[in-house]
């Protein structure tokens, strides 16, 4: 198969195209490095298989597929508000002319959106039924509501012209490769809690996350695009649920350092509470994570030891 991946230099993009190239798979990687880098991708430059192209989505271009799996937007809240209206872009024009290359080449699409669509939800844990609870005119609104639009866009290119889409709701996944200034929560309090600096809590700490790791969501992304007769949304997370400040106190353990809590604001709009139901992943592609949120932040801590080694 060839297999386009938007975003591939990015975070999950990186440890997908390397899944898809190690199939036997040829992977053609699209990304203009916003938050990804080359060095993520560096290791499979040499793959024959492996192209790597640097382009924006919201500029069309002609590739000719077999498989998309559309990841490029920025995830981190510091990186999706640098500039919102290039986040809303990224997310309409480029979902746009992504699903023309799937229309044309009856290429199938999976779509990354995100746990964020469900903004600050009034149940929980989330299941994909779940309407959402989310600000349309908040600093979190160019994400939130570009993925909600993104959603949209995929569901009417399937019903107006047959497209052949997924879509995926990710919930907060972490592992190397994510940027040690990424702004997220596990990169933040990791390298904190490694340079002995003050982990910076917002708010109380009470708001809560379910943490995924890297090589279960991936597992969860190629099920869902190999999966027949379901167009999703599916959620794909790790339903173990912590409160931030317990989180912070985990990596504190987990590193043994030193580093004391200090606590900032709170961003506007944070969401108090999130935890993934993943009943539908379970019946519909028998995947559930499994690394542990201890297992995958041990391997995370390695990763960023060795990082701020260099
Ligand atoms: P990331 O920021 O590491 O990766 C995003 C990639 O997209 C980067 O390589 C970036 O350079 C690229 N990109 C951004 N805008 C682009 C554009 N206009 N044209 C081309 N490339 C562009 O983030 P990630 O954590 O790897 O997330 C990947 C996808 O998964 C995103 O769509 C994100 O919204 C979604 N997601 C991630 C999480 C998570 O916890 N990691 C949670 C929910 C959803
Ligand atoms: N957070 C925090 N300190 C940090 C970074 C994030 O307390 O240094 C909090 C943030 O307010 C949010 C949670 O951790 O409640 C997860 O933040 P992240 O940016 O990782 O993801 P998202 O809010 O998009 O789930």
Known sequence: MRILVTGGAGFLGSHLCERLLAAGN????????????????????????????????????LLEV??????????????????????????????????????RAKARILFASTSEVYGD???HPQKEDYW?????IGIRSCYDE?????????????????????IIRIFNTYGPRMLPDDGRVVSNFIIQALKGEDITVYGKGSQTRSFCYVDDLVEGMVRMMDSENFTGPVNLGNPEEYTILEFAKKIIAMTGSKSKIAYKPLPSDDPRQRQPDITLAGQKLGWKPVVSVTDGLTRTVEYFRKELAV
């Open 26 to 61: 040829e992977v053609i990687c699209l990304d203009n490095f916003f938050t990804g880098r080359k060095k993520n991708v560096q290791h499979v430059l040499n793959n024959p298989n492996f192209d790597l192209i640097r382009h924006d989505i919201t500029i069309p271009i």
């Open 132 to 136: 959402g609870n989310v600000n349309t």
């Open 66 to 103: 077999d498989k998309i799996y559309h990841l490029a937007c920025p995830a981190s809240p510091i990186h999706y508000q640098y500039n919102a209206i290039k986040t809303i872009k990224t997310n309409v024009l480029g979902t746009i002319n992504m699903l023309g290359i799937a229309k």
């Open 146 to 166: 570009g993925k909600r639009v993104a959603e949209t866009l995929m569901m009417d290119y399937h019903r107006q012209n047959k497209v052949d889409i997924k």
């Open 121 to 123: 939800p009034a149940v």
